[in-house]
C-alpha cells in the first residue's frame, strides 16, 4: 500500500477498520474449526481493540486520520451553535474578504512588477523643485528633443524609453460619423524590443520605425483592444484608421500579457512617438520617460549624468528673452533629477491613490482585527463551557498537544468558512471599488488576476487569522487542570481577563475605524458642497471637434442652430469646460513690469457664457460678438486683487507675457465673481477671453476643438445627448461631438477620491460598529451566566440591583474606556499620515472626538442593557433548586 | 525444549519464506505452518502476526486479497510480491550472515 493508499485510508477509516474486523473473525472461524476452544482462540488473539489499533495505525497515516477526527469533531461543535457560528463566519468572511480586495487593489496598482523582460531594471526619470507656476512640486514629463539628448548620453548604461500620458482619444475606422474612444499612447519604437514583448499578430515597432517625424503612420493594438474591438480577427492587421489629423495603419497586436506600462490604464493602440505633433518642440513636455538600466549599472552616475544633460539643455532653451520672470527661470534650472525605481511603471493613478489605498488597507485591517477578537472571544467562551469535557480528555491521556489541536481545528474550520465567503466578497467587490475610481465616462482598469500571488496573501491571511483568534483560547483549553476543573470550575478571573483585553483592543479599533472615518466622511463634504461660483443645473457640455480646423463663425453658426432645438434654452461656447482640470497659463506683465512670478490663468469664451453659467458680473460688461482676442478681457475678483490690485479696475490695461517672449495687451472690460477654473481646491486668478481670435494680421484663426455649452429645460440634461450630437454635424458635417458630459459629472469628477474614500471608510466603520457592538454584547452576557449562581445567591440575601449591575458591567466599561482613551490617541497619531487625504478636517475638531465617543457609548448601551436585564432577571429560588 | 516466540527479527523472514513455498496463505495458516514446521518450537503469536502482516502489505513486500470460504466467510489471503521476493533473498542473507557469525563465536569459545 502506498502513501496514497493509506491517505485515502484515512477518509475511509470505517472500512478499513471492519476489514481489520473481518479479517480477525475469520482467524477466530479458522482456529475453532482446527479444534481449538473457542474462548482460548479469542483470548490468543488478544485485546481485539489495542489489536484493530495497532493495524490501523499501520494502514492509516496516524496523525491524518487524527486531524480528520478533530475536523469532523470541530464541524459537530460548530453545528452546535448555528447562529453564532453563522455569525462569525458572516463577520469573518466581510473582513477577510475586505483585506483581501485592499490587498489586490494595492497589488495590482503598486506592486505587481510589470510584465516586461527585465522589471527590476526600470527607472522613471522625474524633476523635483519648483515649477513655473512657482509651486513646489515633482513633475514627469519630458520635451522630445531633451529626452534625445539624454538617451544618447545614457547610452551603454541605460535605455531610456519615451512613452506618452495615455489619452482617451477619438479614432473612426470608417466615416467620421462613426468615432468612438480609445486609449492612445505615443512609445518610443525601441519599447517593444527593450521589454521583450512578443507580437500576438503581425509585426511590432522596432527603432527604425521611430527615426523621423511623421515617417511611420503605423499602430500596434493591444491584445484585449483586439479582443474587445475586434474578436481577435487576425485580418485586423492592414486595417487603417483616422486619429487626430492623420491615418494610421494596424501593424500588429502585443502580447497578451502587456497592457502598457500605466496601471490603472489599459493601453489600445501604441503609435510611435515621431508621429506626436510636438515632437520636434522644445517648449512641450508630453511624455515619460523609462530608462532600463543596463545589468549592473551604477545608478548615481547616471542620475548625475542626465541630470547635467537635462540642466545644459534647459538653460540654452530658457537662455535669451522669455516671457519668465527671473526667479521662475532660476528656480526651473535649479530643478532637481530624479531616477527611482520603477518596476511596477508610472501612473497618475498610482500617485493619487497610494496614500488612499494604503488609508484604506489599514482601515480594513482594523476591522478584521475586530472580527478576530469578536471570534477569539467566542472561542474562549465555548471553550470555558468545555472545560469539564477538556479535563476528561486530559485525565484519560490526552496529550496538550492534541487538545491545542483539537481546538485549532475548529477555529480553522471557521477561517476557512470564512475564507470562501470572502473569496466571493472579494471577487465581487474589486471591481467594483475599481469602478468607483475615475469618472463615468473613463473608469480606470486594473488587471486583477487571481493568481499566486493573491493565493498566497489569502494563506498567509487564513493562517495569521486562525493563530490570531484560535491560538489563545486553545492554549487556554490545553492548560485545563483536571482537578480544579472536575471539582466544579477553575479560576474564571484569567479568562475575564483575556476577554476584557480583547474588548479593549476591540473598542480602540473601532473608536479608530470610526474617527478616521469622520474624517474622511467631513472632507468628501466640505468639498462636495463647496460653492464652485457658478451653477452647474441642467448644463450639458458638448466637447466637439472640427476637422479641419473651421473658422469661430462656423463655431457661431452652430450654436445659434443648436439654440432652435427644442428642450434647450441656452448655447455658449468655451475653449473646454470648468473644472475640467486643464489649464492655460501665462505670465502678467502691469504697466511695463517684468514678468510675475506667479501665473494667471486663461479661457475663451463666447458672449453670453457668463450668462450661461450664471457667473455674476459685478462690473463692466460681458463680451460682445465685436470682441476678439487678444485686447478684450474679463477678470475675476482674485485677479484683479492680485495683479491689478484694484477691486475696480473695469479700463485698464496689463500684458500676458508668454514663454516665447511676447506679449499682448488686454484691456479689462469687465469683472466677475470668483468661480473655481481647473480645481475646486484652489481659487486662481482668471482671465476670461473672447473665442474669436485674430492673428497679429488681424485674419480670424480657425479653431479645431471648442465645447458647446447647453443648459436644458429639462432635469436630465442627459436626455437631449444624442439629438444634440446629431444637431451638431447636422449644422455643419466638419463638426463631430467627441464626448457629452454634464457639467455636474465633472463637479463630481472633483472629488471622486473623496467620495471613495468616504464611502469605503463609512461602510467599514458600520461594520467596526457592529462587531464591536455585538462583541461587546457577547462578553456582557457571557460573564452574566458565568456569575449566574453568585448573582442568584446574592440576591438571595438580599444585593440591591446596583450592587449586582456594578461588578458585571464595571470591568467591561473600564476596558471601553481603555480602548477609546487608546483609539483616540491612534486616531491623534494617524492623522498626520493621511493629512494629504484630508480637507478642511481637523482631527482637533470636538465633533470629530465626538463623533466616535457617541458611537462607542451607544454600542455600551445596546450591549449593557441585555446584560443587566438578564442579571437582573436572575431568579434565585430556581437557581438554587437546579444546584 | 522449551516453546519459545522469541521471533524478534525473524517473523518477517518466516512469513516471507512460507509464502513463497505456498502462496496464498491466510493469517491462521500461516501460523499453523509455523507451529508446525518448526514442531512447535518456535511460535507466531496473534498479537505479532497480524500487526507484521499488516506492516509487510503496507511496505510492498506481499499483498492481500479476500476469498470466499465454502462457509461463505470471507478471508484474506497473502501472496509474494515482486518486491516481497527480493526482499526475502535479503533476509534470508542476513539470516545466514548473523547465524553463520554466531556459530563461529559459538565453536571459539
Redesign the interface.
Known amino acids: ?2 502513501f496514497w493508499s ?1 491517505i485515502a485510508n484515512v477518509f475511509r477509516s470505517e472500512r478499513v477498520n471492519c ?2 474486523e ?6 477466530i ?3 475453532i474449526s ?1 479444534g481449538r476452544d473457542p474462548a482460548e482462540a479469542r483470548r ?3 485485546n481485539a481493540l489495542r ?1 484493530r489499533e ?2 490501523h495505525d ?2 492509516v497515516i496516524p496523525w491524518l486520520d487524527s486531524v480528520r477526527a478533530d475536523v469532523i469533531f470541530g464541524w459537530r461543535q460548530l453545528k452546535r451553535n448555528r447562529v453564532t457560528s453563522a455569525a462569525a463566519v458572516l463577520s469573518l468572511a466581510l473582513a477577510i474578504g475586505a483585506c483581501t480586495t485592499a490587498f489586490r487593489l494595492i497589488d495590482a496598482l503598486l506592486w505587481r512588477p510589470l510584465p516586461v523582460a527585465h522589471p527590476e531594471r526600470l527607472y522613471v526619470l522625474s524633476r523635483k523643485g519648483m515649477g513655473f507656476d512657482n509651486k513646489p512640486g515633482e513633475w514627469d514629463s519630458w520635451a522630445y528633443p531633451d529626452f534625445q539628448l539624454m538617451r544618447t548620453a545614457a547610452k551603454g548604461k541605460a535605455e531610456l524609453i519615451a512613452i506618452s500620458y495615455a489619452d482617451r482619444a477619438d479614432v473612426t475606422y470608417k466615416t467620421d460619423q462613426e468615432m468612438e474612444k480609445a486609449m492612445v499612447q505615443h512609445v518610443f519604437g525601441w519599447m517593444f524590443p527593450s521589454f521583450e514583448i512578443q507580437p500576438a499578430a503581425g509585426r511590432l515597432f522596432t527603432e527604425s520605425d521611430d527615426r523621423t517625424p511623421e515617417a511611420a503612420p503605423y499602430a500596434v493594438i493591444s491584445y484585449d483592444y483586439w479582443n474587445r474591438r475586434f474578436g481577435r480577427d487576425p485580418g485586423v492587421v492592414g486595417h487603417t484608421f483616422h486619429y487626430g489629423d492623420g491615418v494610421y495603419q494596424i501593424i500588429g497586436v502585443s502580447e497578451k500579457k502587456f497592457t502598457g506600462t500605466e496601471p490603472g490604464i489599459v493601453v489600445d493602440i501604441f503609435i510611435p512617438t515621431m508621429m506626436h505633433r510636438s515632437v520636434t518642440r522644445q517648449d512641450s513636455t508630453w511624455f515619460r520617460t523609462l530608462a532600463v538600466a543596463e545589468p549592473g549599472a551604477a545608478i548615481e552616475p547616471l542620475r548625475e549624468m542626465l541630470a547635467a544633460v537635462n540642466h545644459a539643455f534647459e538653460a540654452n532653451r530658457l537662455s535669451g528673452e522669455t516671457g519668465l520672470s527671473p526667479v521662475t527661470l532660476q528656480n526651473v534650472l535649479k530643478n532637481q533629477m530624479r531616477l527611482e525605481p520603477a518596476p511596477t511603471g508610472a501612473s497618475e493613478m498610482q500617485r493619487g491613490y497610494r496614500q488612499a489605498l494604503a488609508a484604506i488597507g489599514a482601515l480594513v485591517l482594523m476591522v478584521l482585527l475586530i472580527a478576530c477578537a469578536n471570534v477569539a472571544n467566542l472561542m474562549a467562551a465555548k471553550t470555558a463551557a468545555r472545560a469539564r469535557e477538556m479535563a476528561l480528555r486530559v485525565s484519560i491521556g490526552a496529550g496538550r498537544l492534541r487538545l491545542v489541536r483539537l481546538v485549532l481545528a475548529e477555529s480553522a474550520l471557521l477561517a476557512l468558512l470564512s475564507s470562501a465567503g470572502g473569496a466571493l466578497f472579494s471577487w465581487w467587490s474589486a471591481p467594483l471599488v475599481v469602478s468607483m475610481i475615475n469618472p463615468r465616462d473613463n473608469p480606470a482598469r486594473l488587471i486583477l488576476p487571481a493568481d499566486w500571488r493573491v493565493l498566497g496573501f489569502g494563506m498567509t491571511l487564513i493562517t495569521g487569522v486562525v493563530l490570531l483568534f484560535g491560538l489563545l483560547p486553545a492554549l487556554r483549553a490545553s492548560s485545563v487542570r483536571p482537578v480544579n476543573a472536575l471539582q466544579g470550575g477553575e479560576e474564571p478571573h484569567a479568562r475575564q481577563r483575556l476577554m476584557h483585553g480583547m474588548i479593549a483592543a476591540q473598542v480602540s479599533f473601532c473608536f479608530l475605524v470610526v474617527f478616521v472615518a469622520g474624517l474622511f466622511v467631513s472632507s468628501f463634504e466640505r468639498l462636495a458642497n463647496k460653492p464652485t461660483g457658478f451653477s452647474a443645473e441642467r448644463l450639458l457640455l458638448l466637447e466637439t471637434t472640427s476637422r479641419p480646423a473651421q473658422p469661430s463663425t462656423y463655431w457661431d453658426q452652430v450654436a445659434d442652430h443648436l439654440r432652435g432645438v427644442p428642450g434647450v434654452e441656452r448655447v455658449s461656447q468655451a475653449g473646454w469646460p470648468l473644472l475640467k482640470g486643464i489649464g492655460w497659463n501665462d505670465s502678467i506683465s502691469v504697466n511695463g513690469a517684468p514678468p510675475s512670478v506667479d501665473l494667471a490663468y486663461f479661457l475663451n469664451v463666447s458672449p453670453g457664457w457668463l450668462e450661461t453659467m450664471k457667473i455674476p458680473l459685478l462690473e463692466g460688461r460681458d463680451f460682445r460678438e465685436s470682441d476678439s482676442y487678444p485686447q478684450a478681457a474679463i477678470v475675476n475678483e482674485t485677479f484683479a486683487r492680485k495683479f491689478l490690485q484694484d477691486a475696480h479696475p473695469v479700463g485698464r490695461w496689463f500684458e500676458k507675457a508668454s514663454d516665447d517672449a511676447s506679449r499682448e495687451r488686454m484691456q479689462v472690460l469687465g469683472v466677475v465673481r470668483d468661480a473655481y477654473y481647473s480645481s475646486i481646491r484652489t481659487m486662481l486668478p482668471v482671465v476670461f477671453v473672447p473665442l474669436h481670435h485674430r492673428d497679429p494680421t488681424g485674419r480670424m484663426t480657425s479653431l479645431s476643438e471648442g465645447t458647446f455649452i447647453v443648459r436644458t429645460a429639462s432635469s436630465n440634461p442627459l436626455a437631449l445627448s444624442s439629438m444634440l450630437r446629431e444637431e451638431v454635424s447636422r449644422a455643419r458635417p466638419e463638426f463631430h461631438v467627441s464626448n457629452v458630459r454634464t457639467q455636474q459629472e465633472l463637479n463630481e469628477g472633483q472629488t471622486i477620491r473623496e467620495r471613495l474614500l468616504a464611502t469605503l471608510a463609512l461602510f467599514f466603520a458600520v461594520v467596526a460598529w457592529l462587531l464591536a457592538g455585538i462583541g461587546l454584547y457577547g462578553v456582557l452576557i457571557y460573564s452574566v451566566i458565568q456569575r449566574q449562581r453568585e448573582i442568584g445567591i446574592r440576591m438571595a440575601l438580599g444585593a440591591q440591583a446596583g450592587d449586582i449591575v456594578r461588578p458585571v458591567v464595571g470591568a467591561t466599561l473600564y476596558a471601553v474606556a481603555l480602548g477609546s482613551i487608546l483609539g483616540l490617541g491612534a486616531g491623534l497619531v494617524s492623522t498626520r499620515f493621511i493629512e494629504s487625504l484630508l480637507y478642511q478636517a481637523k482631527s482637533s475638531d470636538a465633533s470629530m472626538v465626538a463623533i466616535p465617543c457617541l458611537a462607542m457609548g451607544l454600542a455600551v448601551m445596546m450591549a449593557v442593557a441585555p446584560a443587566v436585564v438578564r442579571a437582573l432577571r436572575t431568579n434565585p429560588v430556581s437557581l438554587l433548586r437546579a444546584e | 525444549m522449551a516453546k519459545t516466540d522469541s521471533l524478534q527479527g525473524t517473523l518477517d523472514l518466516l512469513v516471507l519464506t512460507l509464502l513463497a513455498r505456498r502462496p496464498r496463505l491466510h493469517g491462521y495458516s500461516i501460523m499453523a505452518a509455523i507451529a508446525e514446521m518448526s514442531e512447535d518450537v518456535l511460535r507466531a503469536e496473534e498479537g505479532s502476526l497480524y500487526p507484521a502482516l499488516h506492516r509487510m502489505e503496507e511496505a510492498g513486500w506481499i499483498r492481500a486479497e479476500w476469498v470466499k470460504k465454502e462457509s461463505g466467510r470471507r478471508t484474506r489471503v497473502y501472496e509474494l510480491t515482486k518486491a516481497g521476493k527480493s526482499q526475502l533473498a535479503a533476509e534470508e542473507l542476513r539470516w545466514q550472515t548473523v547465524t553463520s557469525a554466531v556459530n563461529r563465536i559459538l565453536r571459539m569459545a
Open positions: 500500500m502506498s493509506r476489514d481489520i473481518e479479517e480477525f473473525a475469520s482467524h472461524d479458522e482456529a482446527q490468543a488473539l488478544g489489536q495497532k493495524s499501520l494502514r
